[in-house]
Structures are given as structure tokens and as C-alpha cells.
């Protein structure tokens, strides 16, 4: 299915010629009928070889150009329509400029009720100002509702241009922006709404942007007939369980739960329009959405919006900003997630940042510009994860990870060049890493760097540990083994072979630890003393866990400044030690 918006001045022809095409009513109320004029929006549709056309008819009156708005607002296309005898009005060129803004590029241009006027000169001068617009160069047909004269014509030239308008992705996460709503007895709350991307199937759970209410599809409906998904572009119309009378309405957005953020402020590059020149309070239209908002200059052409409303934007977002003379101009959203501009220069340095920001979401610089960001994120802000996550959902910008790489290698090598020091622990590198989630320390390690242990050791150096050694090791644990908290005599060591160099070279395979001078524990007995402090009342003192592991003052001081150290320990107000139970 497609969708094509209606745009033009009133009384132009729109809802006659939708009319003629589609055998349907654009005009729903009966007041529009009796007036002549279209107030709200309309409906309709017809088939063409490519598959069904739907259409959304706007009112061209300048008192209902919020509804207009709200019309073109997630359509990708449109059929411009102007009346042969009148030609180019102010209510073309401002819905003109309010397609420009939201960056339309499909349309048809009719010029109709030739039967009044030869179609040449207002088609002369539409084309003229289409051009210079996102549209640019389209194609225009002469048509006539009263005598059908030149609807084959159209009805080809729409057929063109669904044929090139770009696909939309059906795996997209929905944001779907209500245009309507109403209740049918006995059923509930019904929307419909133009799905731009994504698919929606009977069953799926909605959230509404403005309250993350949640809501399941029981009925699912497009064109008017039942069906079990739908998938964008299309319109449809959905029943919502437990949804009550006016609980959603037009310009509220119901989304795939957990893809997006609601944000009140954005950053934005304008459009057709200078930010200092506008007036400090505008509409700000998106989607189907309205919301009153307050535009702070940053740069030449970029902008702070301020809404009186959190709106699910995306980057990327194109939004039409009017005020009480009409439409402005509009915007380009860049940032969803704008820093705070409370410093000195902060205003001027944010400037020359958003002057890099492309109009187009770029996943690779928002990733950049975060370093480390969820998966989740990236989506919700509107871009497309650019590279796969690393652990968990984070994801971490190349560059960044190539630092982060370096300084752990750095990190270890200063460790191990003490001998005396305990192998860099997952925890301590996340935090010196100042890394969100500790999940993320051993996909950076750089073979032979890994995880043994939450600690970060060599993990080749076992092997690469000297057989003399690891065969005087294994002897000692041997000896050592349920002998409860037996510390090593100097002179024991140096009997095995294990003097300071093969210490330290153990000590980086985190078979051994060197508490201090003359110190030196098997990793084992350090696990068990753990055990037994933490069976000790808590909290103990140093004598109470000498005592209760039968060891001195000479080595209890140290273990137990290595295990607060090692967090499993801690410290309360007057000094004495908690097992932290980790
Ligand atoms: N002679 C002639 N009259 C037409 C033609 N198309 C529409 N009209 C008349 O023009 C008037 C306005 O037509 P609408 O279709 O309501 O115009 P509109 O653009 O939908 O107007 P709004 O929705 O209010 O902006 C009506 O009286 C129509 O009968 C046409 O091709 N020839
Ligand atoms: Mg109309």
C-alpha cells in the first residue's frame, strides 16, 4: 500500500478530485459537506496496478492548517493540487513551505478544473515554486472533477510515483502518530494513523508515548478490512484493549515498547528559516503531533527547542515550526539528548558541534560522540546500531575501543613490573577504565591478556611459566593443601627454587601472592582465609583475625589491607573489617 497526502490552497479542488479518483468521501462530517469546505482530515482510497493508494485529505483553509499538518506530517508523499482558473495562492506556497520543512520529495502536481481555464499558467507558476523545493523538478497532470477529463492521466502519473518511492523497513521499531480516534460500542477506543515503518500484527503490544501506558492490538484493520499485520507504509486502524474513551488522541504516538525516549529538548538545524529571527514562542508540528515550544539560537542556523511537552523524537526528525502569521519554516532534529548549556562558551562551543552534525542520522557519529552507548539507545534516538554490540547490548565506538585496549595493556604491565602487586582485578580495571559495565573489561583484553578468577592475568603465563617453577609451585600447594592458613617461610621458598624472580613470575600467573617483603601466599590460602574471616562475628578487629587464623601481625596487616583493597572486604567508622561477602 502507499499513502500520498492531499496539499493546496481552499477550494482548489482537493477533496473533488479524491472524489473523482476514488468513488469515496474525503469530507466525513456533514459540516464540511454542507459548507463546501474541508475542516479536518479525510480517508479514502482506490486501487492501482501497483496495490492500493490511500489518501489523506487535508483541509486547504488557513484556519486549519494545524490539521493540514498533522495530514502531511508522516506521509512520504504528495498530490499538489492547484485550480487552473485561480493559479498559485498564499495557502499553496505555505503548504509548499511546510513540505519543504518535513523534507517531502514524491509528488504529482494537478492542476484542475480545466474546465474553467486553460491549465498552463497556473501550472507555469506552481512548477516554479515546487522547484526550488525539496520536491523540485515534479510531474504535472491537467485534470477536471466535473467532466473527468485527464484522471487516466493522474491516475498513471500517481501510479509513477508510488512506483518510486523509497521501500520503508518493515522491521523498523512502530512509531505509529494517531490521527484519529473514536469509540464504537461495545469494541473501545479505535485510532488509525499513517504507519510509516515497521510492522504492527493483532496481539503486539503498544506503548503510548505520552503516558507508557501499554496496550495490546485486538483488532487490526487497514482499509477498512480486517487483517492480521500490517506493515508500513500503510494506514491503519486499531482497537486497543483497555484502552478508555479519549485516553489516546491525535498526536499522540503509540510505539514498540523500549524503542524510543520521550525528550522536551532537542537541538535542531532550521529550515527556510533563521532561528534568531523567529519569535521566542512557536508550534512545533511532527508527525501528527503539536506542542507549543520556545527556540534558543545557538548557531547560525541551528537552534535549542524547548517543548511544553516530551515528544518521542527521533534524530532525523523533520519538524514544521509556525506561528500566528502561519508557517515559519521547520527543522531538522539533530540531537535528542542535548547537553545542558550552563557554562561559559558553552553556547558557542555547542555551535561548532552541531555545525558537523549531518541533517541525515548518521549511527556512526552518534556513536563517536557517545564512545559507549546501549544498543537500545542508538535505536530509540532514531539511529541504526553501526557496529555489533560488544558485551551485553553496549556498544563501543572503534576508536575508543582501540584507546581503551591500549590503556588496559598499560594498566597490566604496570601492575606486573611490581612484583609485590595482585593482578589487576575486572572491577578495578572498569573503574579505571571508567567504563559503564564491567561486562565490557574482557572483550577489550588483548591476548594473552584475559578474565581468570575476575582477575586480569596473562592468561598463556601458566604455561610460559618456567617448568622449574610451576612444578615448585604445584609442589608447595601440594604441601600447603588443607593445611589450613599456612604462610611460607623465606627459606622454605628458596628451597623450592622460588626466589624473587620466580615469585614474581608466579605472582603474574596468579598462582602466587606477594603481600610484602617476606610475604608471600599461595592464591588458594587467600580464598580460604575469606572463608574463615567472614564465619568470625562481623565486624572483627585485626587481633580478632590474626587469632583466628593462627597467623602473626606481620602478615595479618597486610592481607588485610589486600582484601579491603580487593573489595572483599571493608573498613566501618571505627576501623574494624566486614567481609563484604563477594
Ligand atoms: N468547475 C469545476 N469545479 C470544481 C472542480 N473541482 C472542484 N470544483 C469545485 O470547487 C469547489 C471546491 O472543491 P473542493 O474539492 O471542496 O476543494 P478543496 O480543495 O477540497 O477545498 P478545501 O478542502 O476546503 O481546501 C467545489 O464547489 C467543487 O465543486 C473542477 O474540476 N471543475
Ligand atoms: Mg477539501
Redesign the pocket.
Known sequence: MYVIA?A??????????L?ALTGME??RWEAERRR????DLGFVWTRSERGHIAFV?????ERFVGNMLAGVGPVPAVLF?V?ADEGWMP?SAEHLMALHALGVRHGVLAV?????MDPDLAAEEALEAIRRTSLGEIPWVA?????GDGLPQLRGALDDLVARLPESDPSAPVRLWVDRSFTIRGAGLVVTGTLAAGTTRLGDTLELARTSRRFVVRELQSLNRHVDEAAGVARVALNLRGAGRGEIRRGDALMTPGTYRCTAVADARARLCVPADLPRELLVHVGTATASCSIRPIGADTGRLTLDAPLPLRVGDRVVLRHDRGVAGGAVVLDVDPPTLNRRGATRRRAGELEAYPDTPDGMGELRRRGIVREGMLRAIGVEPPVPALAGDWLVAPDLGRTLRARLITLVAQRADDPSASPLRVEDARKALDLPDARLVPPLLTPPLAVRNGAIVHAEAPDTLAPAVRKAVDALERRLADSGFTVPTEDELAALGLRTAEIAAAARAGRLLRLAPGVVLLTDTVRRSVRVLAGLPQPFTASEAREALGTTRKVIIPLLEHLALQGRTRRDADGRHIVTGR
Do not use: E, F, M, N
Open positions: 492531499t493546496g490552497h481552499v477550494d482548489h479542488g482537493k477533496s473533488a478530485l472524489r474525503p469530507d463546501g469546505l474541508t475542516i485529505d487535508v483541509p486547504g483553509h493540487v485550480a495557502q484542475t478544473k480545466t474546465d474553467l485534470v477536471s472533477a466535473r467532466t
